[in-house]
């Protein structure tokens, strides 16, 4: 079975502060993918980086950076400077390879403060 | 511009009457999800359709139930809604690779209220 932890609900900060999320899974699967997904206010699930597991380099893309740790099953996500805009609930996910379930954490709802 | 459109964004339905969501798709995927997430919770798989191939989940219950008359729609019907079920219902669409590296791509949900 697969399962995705966020253990962080909440998360305030002032705008321009560099926030981190953090992503804690389990699978049994070899290969698979780790997804994040952005919520905001509107409801829909806007696709944010994805990352596969044999691919352990981490990236930055724009304001946005993440660390993928497979010796600690972590898949942390980094906002850097933040902005009132990203004010959302952040969702970590996972798939296995030619699955089709992905499997979300419950969430980190960031709010930036003006 | 929106590729995945649910209809309506806001349903309202009484303790037992049957509802349905509805959800079109432009981008020609073979994939389609059906979502439940319930307030400040993680979206929850229901079923999929894989082209006309209904998957359901083990523990999807029985009062829930899909349809997917053509590549572009596809249907979320509820028989008998009970006050557990008020939720946002997001409809998902993926192209369906084998590989399973796809990213989702989710409409803006139907936020259902049970009276």
Redesign the interface.
Known sequence: AQKVTQAQTEISVVEKEDVTLDCVYETRDT???L?W?KQPP??????LI?R?SFDEQNEISGRYSWNFQKSTSSFNFTITASQVVDSAVY?CAL????????T????TRVLVKP | DAMVIQNPRYQVTQFGKPVTLSCSQTLNHNVMYWYQQKSSQAPKLLFHYYDKDFNNEADTPDNFQSRRPNTSFCFLDIRSPGLGDAAMYLCATSRGRTNGDEKLFFGSGTQLSVL
Request: without cysteine; aromatic residues 26%.
């Open positions: 290969t698979y993918y997804f997904y509107s409801g829909e699930l806007v696709f994805r596969n969702f798939i296995k390879a030619a699955g089709n379930k992905l979300f954490g419950g969430g």
